[in-house]
């Protein structure tokens, strides 16, 4: 069979094509910017630490990780938002230990926690102080557990939603330290944060770095720490020391769509891991009490999937409501 000039030019080109796109290779990754959805507010513990993160990685990789503050309804808003994205590693959700106790809570969550995410890998054990209002005379924890044992009901405590760790905590200490309480959920734990400073609400469980400058400034009064004493606050004990077997140990971490190529999710870990360990981060770490604590990401899924079981006997114990 001959063919026209015109013809083999065509088919000529045609073949050029087909030999260079099966030569070729998928882009880089990454190889434009990268969002990492923040289920808090600004100034909550994982908006300090995943802004510190974004930053390094953004020098480490030349590509920038672009912080995006979703707030609200426990992490929900922003883990539905990255799900709605494509599932190609460049739109990333931070959460903390709060991802696997909302399931627990949440009857008709929009989605799968176990199913619909992977994790790439834990950034910290979330270290949360237990803070008090100056204005509501608490010098320690053993006089906050009098107050609440003396009036029962009356105390309130705030938290950044339901189902959050900063709320997780506080049950867990009241439980054990055996008083009743009045819980107020806000969007963020800054903003309760705030309002237990201005001393109309009597304590909460939020991140050292969300805490500093109200315990600087006097308005508040750190009484323990969770899970662990640290040294920026030599004096103040843990909180099982003060209530045996209360303390809640939580960590945050970066999960993606689970449909995401497992060559992303790999090349994410080994990035955010060199990144969490590098000088600038741990002495960043450092000022908020914290240090690293990476994994494999295998090593994370099974973390979570572990305690969305314990996670729910917690719930249950704790006599909480699911919606």
């Known amino acids: 069979m001959s063919f026209s000039r015109p013809r083999r030019r065509t088919l000529a080109l045609l073949l050029s094509g087909a030999a260079a796109g099966a030569g070729a290779q998928p882009a880089a990754y990454p190889s434009r910017p990268v969002r990492v959805l923040i289920p808090y507010g ?23 990780f672009v912080p995006e503050n979703r707030p609200g309804a426990a992490g929900t808003i922003a883990a ?20 696997t106790i909302v399931p627990s809570l949440m009857a008709h969550l929009p989605f799968d926690t176990a199913r619909d995410f992977v994790g790439v890998t834990t950034l910290i054990e979330n270290p949360l102080v237990l ?38 905590s506080a049950e867990k200490f009241r439980i054990g330290a055996g008083f009743e309480g009045l819980h107020v959920p806000f969007k963020s734990s800054t903003d309760g944060v705030v309002e237990v400073s201005a001393g109309r609400i009597d304590f909460t469980y939020t991140a050292l770095a969300s805490a500093q400058s109200g315990i600087d400034g006097g308005r508040l009064v750190p009484l323990a720490m969770n899970p662990r004493r640290v040294a920026q606050l030599p004096n103040v004990p843990s909180v099982d020391e003060v209530v045996p077997g209360a303390s809640y140990s939580t960590w945050l971490g970066i999960m993606v769509a689970s449909k995401t190529p497992r060559e992303v999710v790999q090349a994410l870990n080994r990035e955010i891991v060199r990144a969490m360990h590098s000088p600038e981060m741990k002495e960043r770490l450092a000022k908020i009490g914290a240090e690293p604590r990476t994994m494999p990401a295998e090593e994370f899924d099974a973390l ?14 704790a006599g909480l409501k699911t919606s």
């Open 42 to 64: 600004p100034g909550s513990g994982i908006d300090v630490v995943v802004r510190a993160l974004n930053e390094t990685l953004s020098k480490q990789l030349g590509v920038q």
């Open 131 to 168: 803070v008090a209002s100056k204005a509501r005379g608490y010098a320690s924890a053993q006089d906050l557990i009098a107050a609440g044992r003396a009036r029962p009901g009356s105390i309130t405590y705030a938290s950044a939603g339901v189902g959050t760790t900063t709320h997780i």
């Open 80 to 99: 539905q938002h990255v799900l709605q994205q494509p599932a190609d590693g460049y739109t990333l959700l931070s959460d903390s230990s709060s991802h």
């Open 304 to 317: 979570r999937r572990k305690e969305l079981v314990d996670n729910e006997r917690l719930v249950k114990a």
